[in-house]
């Protein structure tokens, strides 16, 4: 059977799912932050196959998954610097021991 | 000789202007307490302004062809679709006869009292409180529907709270204005239910409405008996007849012009007044007027008794006074209007008297105690004179005024009710005997304190003096049955029939013998001391015990009914009630909150990724949401 | 028939390689897989014909991020066991099925408008037209610049040592 729209968009959807099921599971910070970079690249995948089933001529989903990687970019290198501090300051990087955003 | 009426807004004037003088003096009471002196001015003038408007009221009352006037007033009350209340003025000759007599008293009061309360620091405060009684006794004589008896009542009752507790720092003044108020209050209830029942069933207030349905039978009997005797209970309360005796001689720790003004002439007689105002209601039910008759009969030899142990000379005074308005409860019950009134009106001036020389006698030697006066009839000669000239008169001898109206009483007494009669006489006998006894140890014999007693000065004695006029005349009133014939239309007769005639009657004389023997066995005790008191106190010690303790009435409201009943009982209910029904509901609202909000808290616990779970399920919700609803 | 052959075999090391992140214990095993789920995807591109974005993929995605991954696992010490569940994990797993559960039945049930058009290859200058034109995305391109600069300072200053 030809591979079309759907099968890139269920392994879109599948990456994603997985990704955002290890993001709200795992205690380490870094794999949280890697399983929200499986999450964009799902979003990416989906972005690129829309534009070459939908529109092929126009690249539209091509230039939107460009910012997409560029922005994911300045993501991780911020986030992997606040990982660091934070485990400078604190030995160890389990999020279950950052909880202060409750009061 | 006629007198050009009095016009109708004169009339509203003669309440008016006391509370006018009440209005303007009460606000001087703050800024200007050193200059106190006007306030004694303004007060008198008003008193004086208002007494010269109603003796006018009064002869215009006595040429009018049916006696009475009827002002309408204006519109007080407009309960929309409901009741219409009035607040007019009735002026008929009872209420025209009253007025005078207030007035007069009050005015002799307030002069006295610029010099009795000449160095008091409550000075104007007292001429403030003073004119507002005035004001609000006025007010009750004239209303002319029960509710603005009402309400005067109570304002009367009010000034009597502040007067008598006028000395408010002394503990023993405070708890007596207490006392007065919170049994009168037992009364007011009493009236209070009275006003509704007649309300409920006459659907009116209006006195001479009231009177009428009363007279044509419109109000059921049994509904006439619970309304007079609701109303017969608030004037128990106002004049003290048993059981609500109790404030009358704690409230003699007021000034002594108090004492005089309101718990000697005028306050305490509102319940007669009141029990005179409604009186075909009380001939319209049955049993009413015997219940009235055998309360004051009652009354007027319980109080008598207590009289003749007492040793503070203003206690036998507010005793006497109870006593004698059993007296006059007596008579209006067995004699009609008249002469309930009749008494009411001598009582006032020689009672009157009697309290102002018991304060120019306390000026004299500064205490209020029979046993550290005597001999005084030679230091302070012009007060003895008016004493004794009050003391002849209440005791009832001819002819001063208080004979006439004991006469009156005791004839109508023994047509009625023997045994009332019997009660009665027994009370005149006492009655001398006590009189006599304060007048043989306050003025006879040696003096036995220390102080240097002197003369009080003029503003004292001419109040005192012209009160004694009336007191010694006061029953010549009724020499040719004028008074009766104002009151009853009766027929008149001969001026000095009247007055050497009631000699004729045998009643005259076993009255007169009875005071004689009174009078006689004060002197023998007290003078000649051919009985000692000591022994006879010996011989009665029980009876003596029984009258010194009150009959132990005192401790009986006190320790019984405040104590145990409501102290302990009630209001411990309400306690419990209070802490355990009522916190218990404020604060188990607040223990549901708090126990809602410390289970609720848990969902905040600061893991981004619990909170990351609850918006991918929210996104969830919403997605299925919008999915399935196309 | 090769493009589909392609598809299945990327598309598979793709989930596998995110299932390797999301279950191992080893960190720098997850790294590894990371780095796979990425190259796939990068070949995915490719079978897309989105020739340009499958390099830029490559040398972005894991030339520069997952670099600084392994840099940061390297910085932050703890390698061997440290890539625990939390506590969260059932209800994680609940929302993460519920999720694609709902994304897959929208997917299937959507008519989508696909054109038979054949893409432009190669892609690049039509990527480069299309962002660097006067009427394109100049703008959009300066501002992620200025993202980026904003991001290196702010890593910087954030990781810096006091």
């Known amino acids: ?103 | ?630 | 028939m090769g493009i589909n052959i392609a598809f299945w075999v990327l598309a598979i090391l793709a989930v596998s390689g995110a299932l390797i992140v999301v279950s191992m214990h080893n960190l720098l095993r997850t790294a590894l897989g990371l780095i796979l789920c990425f190259l796939s995807i990068a070949g995915l591109f490719i079978t897309l014909s989105a020739d340009f974005l499958g390099i830029v993929q490559v040398l972005v995605y894991v030339g520069a991020i997952a670099v600084l991954i392994i840099i940061a696992i390297m910085l932050t010490r703890e390698v061997e066991c440290s890539n625990m569940p939390s506590r969260f994990k059932l209800l994680a797993l609940l929302s993460g099925i519920l999720f694609l559960g709902v994304a897959i039945w929208v997917m299937l049930n959507t008519d989508w408008p696909v054109s038979s058009t054949t893409p432009a290859v190669p892609t690049t200058a039509t990527l480069g037209n299309l962002l660097f034109n006067q009427s394109g995305l100049v703008l959009a391109v300066e501002i992620a610049a200025m993202l980026i600069l904003a991001a290196i300072i702010g890593a910087i200053s954030v990781a810096r040592e006091k």
């Open chain 2, 1 to 630: 000789m006629h007198i050009t009426s009095i016009p109708s807004e004169l009339i509203w004037a003669v309440w008016l202007l006391p509370l006018a003088a009440f209005a303007i003096i009460s606000p001087l009471i703050r800024p200007f307490p050193g200059k106190a002196e006007p306030a004694s001015y303004i007060s008198i003038a008003a008193v004086s302004l208002s007494l010269g408007l109603s003796l006018w009221l009064l002869a215009s009352v006595w040429q009018m062809p049916d006696h009475q006037l009827l002002l309408s007033g204006f519109n007080w009350l407009n309960i929309s679709g409901g009741p219409v209340f009035n607040f007019g003025l009735l002026i008929d000759p009872l209420s025209a006869i009253m007025l005078v007599v207030v007035n007069s008293v009050s005015l002799m009061v307030q002069i006295y009292s610029r010099a009795y309360m000449r160095s008091d620091p409550g000075y104007l405060r007292y001429f403030a409180f003073i004119s507002l009684f005035t004001a609000s006794m006025l007010g009750l004589i004239t209303a002319s529907n029960l509710l603005s008896t009402f309400v005067f009542w109570e304002l009367v009752g009010l000034s009597s709270y502040l007067l008598i507790g006028f000395w408010f720092h002394r503990p023993a003044a405070a708890a007596a204005a207490k006392k007065a108020f919170l049994v009168t209050r037992i009364g007011d209830v009493g009236f209070l239910a009275a006003i509704l029942l007649l309300y409920s069933h006459a659907g009116t207030l209006d006195i001479t409405t009231l009177h009428s349905l009363a007279v044509t039978g419109a109000i059921s009997a049994s509904v006439l008996l619970w309304a007079t005797l609701g109303l017969f209970l608030g004037a128990m309360g106002k004049s003290g007849q048993f059981p609500l005796h109790i404030w009358l001689p704690d409230a003699m720790e007021g000034p002594t012009p108090v004492s005089a003004l309101i718990h000697a002439a005028t306050m305490v007689a509102a319940g007669v007044f009141l029990v005179a105002r409604m009186y075909p209601l009380f001939e319209a039910a049955p049993h009413a007027l015997t219940i009235v008759a055998a309360i004051g009969a009652f009354t007027a030899v319980f109080a008598a008794t207590m009289g003749l142990v007492m040793n503070d000379i203003k206690r036998v005074l507010a005793y006497s006074t109870i006593s004698q308005l059993g007296l006059m409860m007596l008579g209006l019950a067995t004699g009609g209007v008249w002469v309930g009134i009749f008494y009411l009106v001598n009582h006032a001036f020689f009672k009157a008297l009697l309290f102002l020389g018991a304060g120019s006698v306390n000026h004299a030697t500064g205490t209020f105690d029979l046993r550290e006066m005597g001999g005084l009839r030679i230091k302070i000669p012009w007060t003895f004179a008016c004493f004794i000239l009050a003391a002849v008169s209440l005791a009832g001898i001819w002819p001063l005024a208080g004979f006439f109206s004991k006469e009156g009483v005791l004839s109508s007494a023994i047509d009625k009710q023997p045994v009332l009669f019997g009660l009665a006489i027994i009370t005149t006998f006492m009655t001398a005997f006590y009189m006599f006894r304060v007048v043989f140890l306050v003025f006879g014999g040696q003096y036995r304190g220390s102080h240097g007693p002197h003369e009080s000065s003029k503003t004292m004695l001419i109040p005192m003096v012209l009160l004694a006029i009336p007191a010694v005349a006061s029953g010549w009133l009724n020499a040719n049955g004028g008074f009766e014939r104002l009151l009853n239309g009766a027929a008149t007769h001969g001026f000095w029939l009247g007055v050497v005639g009631v000699l004729t009657h045998p009643m005259a004389w076993i009255s007169l013998l009875v005071v004689g023997s009174g009078i006689f066995m004060a002197y023998a005790m007290y003078i000649r001391v051919w009985i000692s008191p000591n022994r006879v106190k010996w011989i009665f010690r029980s009876l003596y015990a029984i009258f010194t303790r009150k009959y132990w009435m005192d401790d009986f409201y006190e320790k019984l009914i405040v104590g145990n009943l409501l102290y302990h009982g009630l209001f411990q209910a309400f306690q419990w009630l209070d802490k355990v029904v009522i916190d218990g509901a404020a604060n188990s609202v607040a223990f549901v909150t708090t126990g809602a909000s410390r289970m609720a808290r848990r969902i905040q616990t600061g893991q981004f990724q619990l909170y990351g779970i609850v918006a991918v399920l929210g996104i969830v919700l919403i997605a299925l949401i919008a999915l399935v609803r196309g």
């Open chain 1, 1 to 103: 059977m030809s591979i079309g729209l759907t099968h890139y968009l269920i392994v879109s959807a599948v990456l994603f799912s997985i990704g955002l099921y290890g993001a709200l599971s795992r205690k380490n910070a870094i794999v949280i932050l890697m399983c929200v970079e499986i999450m964009l690249n799902a979003a990416n995948l989906s972005l690129v196959a829309f534009s070459r089933f939908i529109t092929p001529d126009q690249l539209s989903g091509q230039t939107l998954a460009i910012f997409s990687i560029v922005v994911a970019a300045a993501e991780v290198s911020v986030g992997l610097a606040i990982i660091i501090a934070l485990y400078r300051q604190r030995k160890n990087i389990d999020v279950s021991n950052i909880n202060l955003l409750k009061w």
